[in-house]
């Protein structure tokens, strides 16, 4: 197990999940005594809430994503383990580590600011809006379409 060190993009990435993960647990702390005892729970494709719970569920919620967050940093500290679909020789392995790192940061940050969001619209019991799901899709597997594609041009 090693960890390898982060340039300022990368610093920028973890610094701006971890602010977004505090805000939520900050967030949810602040207003789960004011919450009615039913909550939104799921929203459908139109955003609409469709599914309600108690106000427990937000926690469930805080928890996920606490989770995701551990899980994703955790696999930072063991980069021999990451399944890339390239050959990693000791020429290549400084800019393939550099990738992976990019991408699962990046896929980091855009995860805790979709459940920052949804934690948002169900406490605030807010529409969340059509466009959430195909914004979060798309960034979240562009990110990992784009970084797997730079990988098979690595020489």
Sequence with gaps: MFK????KFQKSLEI?????????????????????SKIPTH???AGEADGWGGKGS???LVITTVGLYILLTVTMFFPR???VPVKITDQNRGIIFRYVMNMVLLDK??????FFYITYCSISATKMGW??????LVGVLGVTFYYTFKLFLVK
């Design 4 to 7: 390898l060190p982060y340039n």
């Design 16 to 36: 701006l999940a971890l602010i977004l993960l505090l805000g939520q647990i900050a967030y949810t702390a602040v207003l789960y005594p004011q919450l009615p």
């Design 43 to 45: 929203f459908n494709f």
């Design 58 to 60: 937000i926690i469930v």
């Design 81 to 83: 383990l990451w399944n």
């Design 109 to 114: 940050l855009l995860i805790v600011a979709s």
């Design 131 to 136: 466009w959430f799901t195909p914004v979060m």
